[in-house]
């Protein structure tokens, strides 16, 4: 309930925390808590039976559904959310199911889903309006249905603070790019290819993916906790009423150790050149190296590819300075294509999507 | 997140170029600013303060136990009695002090540590705003908000404060006042970001135990020598910090800032830190143990720390796994030997460098646990015991001792057929416990009860255990 549906205070329906004399006013309590506990009591891994399943479960079948058994299922009374109480004597499926739908009809679902889906998808700070817009597609998604959420990822994509809000709130609009979006970014935008299959693997290019989580702060479906690898309310600067969840991860350690496998990826790990002696994948450059002719189109190139088109003048002038001074023959054309893709890929500009 | 940000995030521009300037260019070691002579530490020397959190609620009232104690509601029978299974017999416990309580057989080395005179057991210490007794309880008085969640109550333990709205961690606050260290923020943390350590100043640097500190490739000179245009590479990437710092958007600004801090970081604790001879600290004997591996870094920084011009240091670093509801009986055992297995090595690091009188150690977690247990382990609790590590720490147990018993228990939140849920109100506040160290790190009077604004609702000021 606090992570992945309600939150910890009740909402109105743009996401805003609704307050009293006593301030936010929670969404539930401890008794709460226990009043779901007792409903969830009574299920166990399908192939168990009746064995207490608690030291080890490796030889139990954890891919099939739970089953009930009933009589290891608190028949009680229980109060749920919103006043809606559960009477005694329902299975332990009535009971799951009854309190499943007392969750999913809690008024704060929509916008807590709806802000969450925001962050994750366009910015970190969206407006009330908008989460509030969002909110009403998954309470009705205009056919009478609620929790639709093909039609809720549209109405975000869709929105007009989506589409405007770079030029409507340039001061707040965006959100930090996550570690492996960088790196994925990076490896479509560059036709990344494997190298040869090595033990039955292909390898990613750069740190193998078991050390990326060492090296990002972001082991791909291993975050270190059900609170992820950051929180929704992370400040952007401490004490700011900006948040920016990804940046909490971006430490001073972690920031240069992904800064330098992108660099060693691009630099020795591309199809012109490739200095481990390892099976890695390539990045491929051919496309940018044909364009060094003119460094106009190559940094219009990469201002699409890397930047959505928001790479700033200055930097793109410093850039363009930058890659004139090198010489034209083969080596330099790949010289050039290198250091404009990591001019752009190790700075500032290209960790904040906007 | 790390910053030099000012309150309301406004950024100091020319402070900020500045720093890049000379992360970029020129920054070195020798180059440092020293602040010793500014600080207290000019009397003291200096002093490194350790916070081990023990992340998912540590059920402490297994660790610290009543043996001999013969006061009503708190002898070994009343604990054995609430505690049923999961209750350790007497003749296991390793009596510390007088005899009268003991610490789990798990923990010979923090029982060593006792033996020695270098630990201090603060009982029952928990989030309050002020003292609460069960009345105050049930008439819902000023309580702490969201008790018994776990990240709601790691915040207040780690702001020493009883509303989640506060960000500023005690850590920082003493950081704030502490830190003189030029560009190097005074707090590290070893386990990733952490509310602890937050501050509007002086910020801290999040390092990693399993990933060598390599400065930031493009940023500085060190790839001149085998890429021929990496003078230019490096203007062009100081070029791009100036336009994101300059940037309207506040995404920019604040990201620009972090590589910066990054840029700098990272060279100045490159040496600091590396795995070689010039940083060796022993701890050979708990490789692979998650604690150590975290201590050990600290222990490296702490060994480079007049070499770094610092006079204070302030280390987070985190154990998980003690969120015990189920076969705590499995669970337990194999955590407590890493907590102390962890400790035992790092204090004798820290006898081999010299310094253990000037670097005190201690346990901070989530909440106690329920002294009750629901058959397969704990649930979540409030007050519990914290243990303090050091060669400042004046032995023995500071705080009030509760009472255990599972009827009439004063200190009990109550409720239920038998008025008692085994969840205990702390008799002892976070903010005495942080403010002890405080004092400890060389904070005034006045600049403790700016970082702990509770305090002046306790009668005790200083726990008295430094």
New interface residues.
Partial sequence: M?LFSIG?FELDVDGRIKTDAN?PV?SYS?ETVEQFAKVFTGWNLADAGETWV??DLTSFDKESPMVPLETYHDTTAKRLLNGVKLPAGQSARADLTAALDNIFDHPNVGPFIGHALIQRLVT?NPSPPYVGRVAAVFNDDGRGVRGDLQAVVRAILTDTEASNGHVDA???????KEPVLRYTQLWRALDVQPGPRSGGVYKTPGKTAVTIA??T?QAVLGA??V?NFY?PD?????????V?PE???????????V??DL??QI?HSNNRIFTSNGTEARVQIDREVALTKSTDALLDHLDVLLCAGAL?A??RR??AS?LD??PLDEAGRV?RAL?AI??IV????H??Q? | ???R?R???EVDRRHFLQVAGAGVASFTLTSMPFGLARSAAAQTGPRSLVCIFLAGGADSFNMYVPRDHTVAGQTHGVYRATRGDFAVAAKDLLPIGNGDFGLHPLLPRMAEASAAGNLAVVTNVGPLARPTTKADYRARRLLP?????H??QAKLWETASS?LTV??GWG?SISDVVGDHGSLAPAFSVA??NSFQ???GS?Y????P??T???????DASERDW???FG??E???Q??????AE??????Q??????V???V??EQLEAATQPNAANDVGMDDVNGNDLADQLRVVARLIKNREELGMARQIFFVRL?GWDTH??QA?VFPRLLPLLDNAVGSFQEALATLGVTDSVTTFTSSDFGRTLTING?GTDHGWGGHAFVIGGAVKSGAYGTFPSYATTNNPDDIGDGSADFAGRLIPSTAVSQYGATFAKWMGLSSTQIASAFPDLSNFAQANLGFL
């Fill in positions: 606090q910890l301030g929670p401890q608690s030291n970190s340039p001061e707040t609009f965006g959100k930090v060492d090296y702060g270190p906790s609170f929180l992370n400040p952007l600067t401490p004490g700011d009423q900006l920016s940046i909490q991860i971006l430490s001073e350690v972690n920031a240069a150790s800064n330098n660099f060693d630099y700033p200055a930097q410093a850039i930058h001074t090198l010289q250091d990591y001019c190790g700075s500032p500009t960790l904040v906007k | 997140m790390n910053s940000n309150p309301g995030g908000q969201s008790l018994f969640a990240n709601a509303v960000d500023q920082g990733g970001s937050s501050s509007l910020g640097a999040q390092l990693s399993s990933v500190i390599s400065r930031m490739r493009g940023y890429i021929p245009s230019g590479v203007a062009t990437m070029a791009g910090l100036e336009v994101a940037s309207p958007n506040r995404l920019d604040a990201v620009a800032e972090a590589l801090r990054s840029v970081t990272t998980g189920r076969i499995q397969d």
